[in-house]
Structure formats: C-alpha cells, structure tokens
C-alpha cells in the first residue's frame, strides 16, 4: 500500500506561483513513476507532469511547458510541482499519483494510488 498527501494549494492571483508537495510513505518500493494531475470543475482530470524514480526524467503536458516544474527531494519519497507564472485557467484540484512505471503519455491508467488532493484557485 502507497498512501500520498498533497499540501500547498491555495488562492493565488494571476502571474503568481505555488508550490505542491506530495509525501508519499508504505511500500514504495515498487512504483517508480510519480505524476500530478489535475481536474477543473466539469471537467475530466488531465496529467500536468510526471517524473521517473529511475533517472529522474520528466514530462510535461503542452499548457505546463516552460511554467511547471516537477521535482523529487532527496529520498524520493516527496515530489514537488513548482508552478509559475500561474494562469486562471490552472484553476484545479491537484492530484499527486503513483506508478509503476512511466511510460507513453500520462494517462491515468497507469497510475494505482492517488492522493486527496489540494485545491489550487487563481484569480485575475
């Protein structure tokens, strides 16, 4: 068993940044991909990033290149999302997932643990 935390959220204006945090603790030891997601009121949830445990690649989707910043501390065991130049439209609740492995696009499939998650609000 995974269980994650996501912290950080909260309202922010636009132009702003934030930075999220996902603790991850239970048998990690076999999932090395860890991603974050988000989903919009009405809308379905879309991967934002993802980063492997093995070498530490990354991926972004398109709206998150150049502005989001997805990291790992240390042991692993926390990832971050570091957001910048924050648009309303990144309006969301932010999931932190777990996977296995990361492969092809960030889909949701491929992840078996998910967090709470943590509302992000920007305003104009």
């Known amino acids: 068993q995974v269980q994650l935390v996501e912290s950080g959220g909260g309202p922010v204006q636009a132009g702003g940044s934030l930075r999220l945090s996902c603790a991850a603790t239970?048998?990690?030891?076999?999932?090395?991909?860890m991603a974050w997601f988000r989903q919009a009121p009405g809308k379905e949830r879309e991967g934002v990033a993802r980063?492997?445990?093995?070498?530490?690649?990354?991926t972004y989707v398109e709206s998150g290149k150049g502005r989001f910043t997805i990291t790992q501390g240390n042991a692993k065991s926390t990832v971050y999302l570091q957001m910048n130049t924050l648009k309303t439209e990144d309006t969301a609740m932010y999931y932190c997932?777990?996977?296995?492995?990361?492969?092809?696009?960030?889909?949701?499939?491929?992840?078996?643990?998910w967090g709470q998650g943590t509302q992000v609000t920007v305003s104009s």
């Open positions: 239970g048998s990690l030891s076999n999932y090395n991909c």
């Open positions: 980063i492997s445990n093995i070498g530490g690649r990354t």
């Open positions: 997932a777990a996977g296995s492995w990361c492969y092809g696009d960030i889909k949701q499939s491929a992840f078996s643990y």
